[in-house]
């Protein structure tokens, strides 16, 4: 059984940074489609960004992140960050990170393009 666990998330001053880990267990990073979603209070859980696993290889971002955020992966560790930079208020949220066997280009944005989910943990961007 795959599992996911974030860590890292905590409270942010604007502008800071902050690095978001995702460790998988049961399972190989490497061989999984990595993703990143995020939902702020009221809102619906959206798309921050993935790493398409080997084969493909390939990052996708919101454009709402892009330049700032970015997702790298350490297979010795089967962990995958996500590092956030220059961080708004607007990225205040529960972060969750996804994990999928399968590499379709046009699923890796959509909740539904991923079958394991971790418990998600929260980002404040505050002063």
């Known amino acids: 059984q795959v599992q996911l666990v974030e860590s890292g998330g905590g409270l942010v001053q604007p502008g800071g940074s902050l690095r978001l880990s995702c460790t998988v267990s049961g399972g190989t990073v490497s061989r999984y489609t990595m993703g990143w979603f995020r939902q702020a209070p009221g809102k619906e859980r959206e798309f921050v960004g993935a790493?398409?696993?080997?084969?493909?290889?390939?990052?996708h971002y919101a454009e709402s992140v892009k330049g700032r955020f970015t997702i790298s992966r350490d297979n010795a560790k089967n962990t995958v960050y996500l590092q956030m930079d220059r961080v708004n208020a607007e990225d205040t949220a529960l972060y969750y990170c996804a994990a999928d066997a399968q590499s379709i280009l046009s699923s890796v944005r959509l909740e539904m393009g991923y079958r394991y989910w971790g418990q998600g943990t929260q980002v404040t961007v505050a002063s």
């Open positions: 790493l398409r696993r080997l084969g493909a290889n390939t990052y």
